[in-house]
């Protein structure tokens, strides 16, 4: 129930295609979902966040859709960049962005040159 | 963007000896911090919730005598591994609430601990 389930585990995407990272959850008591970055030997940085109210949100080259009858939400990294290479994490809240955080396991991104 | 101090990044200890991390909130006061565990390639497992002048909320299974958490200002949360092995060498991560900015939570670097 307090799951938060992520795919793929790993990626690889050619430099300048669109990387996707899924997640799905079960509670529907989560109202928050950041997704994460994290560099080998470094703390997680927040990239971007939704809220279950909101369908899409875009940032830049990143963009969250958010399917709540799915119960599923996804990332999307535009034009994706070697320097986007990295471990992301998606992870939901049930009270909002200050709440206890359910992280996925987490996906390995390689962009490719 | 805040800042969330982590100090030491790395630290190598003998087994037996106690070693503590410390957690800063530098631009912001947090009155909650969180502890989180991460193993190679693995996700973050959340050990504790530090409240700012009450005892920290442990998540199941993480020992409370072993894990000493202390939040004794509205900046500094630090983390105790007392007695430590080398089951317990992993990647320890704290993050602080920003109650100014929504409560967002901002993540410390790290700290890689190695019990040899």
């Known amino acids: 129930q307090q799951q938060v389930k992520q795919s793929p585990q790993s990626l690889i995407v050619q430099k300048g295609g669109i990387s996707i990272i899924n997640c799905a959850y079960e509670?529907?008591?989560?109202?928050?979902f950041p997704w994460y970055q994290q560099f080998p030997g470094k703390g997680p940085a927040l990239l971007i966040a939704?809220?279950?109210?909101?369908s899409e949100k875009k940032e830049g080259r990143f963009t969250i859709s958010f399917n709540k009858s799915a119960k599923q939400f996804s990332l999307h990294i535009m034009d994706s960049q070697p320097g986007d290479s990295a471990t992301y994490f998606c992870?939901?809240?049930?009270?909002?962005?200050?709440?206890?955080?359910?992280f996925g396991q987490g996906t390995e991104l390689s962009v490719k040159p | 963007g805040a800042v969330v101090s982590q100090h030491p990044s790395r630290v190598i200890c003998k087994s037996g000896t106690s070693v503590k991390i410390e957690c800063r909130s530098l631009?912001?006061?947090?009155?909650?911090m969180f502890w989180y565990r991460q193993f190679p390639k693995q996700s973050l497992m959340l050990m504790a919730t530090?409240?700012?002048?009450?005892?920290?909320?442990?998540e199941q299974g993480v020992e409370k005598d072993k894990f000493l958490i202390n939040h004794a200002s509205l900046t500094l949360s630090t983390l105790t591994v007392t007695s430590a092995h080398p089951e317990d060498s992993s990647f320890y991560i704290c993050?602080?609430?920003?109650?100014?900015?929504?409560?967002?939570?901002?993540f410390g670097a790290g700290t890689r601990l190695s019990v040899l």
């Open positions: 509670n529907t008591a989560f109202d928050y």
């Open positions: 631009d912001f006061q947090a009155t909650t």
């Open positions: 530090s409240n700012e002048g009450s005892k920290a909320t442990y």
């Open positions: 993050s602080a609430r920003d109650r100014n900015r929504g409560g967002i939570q901002y």
């Open positions: 992870a939901a809240s049930t009270k909002g962005q200050g709440g206890k955080l359910i």
């Open positions: 939704i809220r279950p109210d909101v």
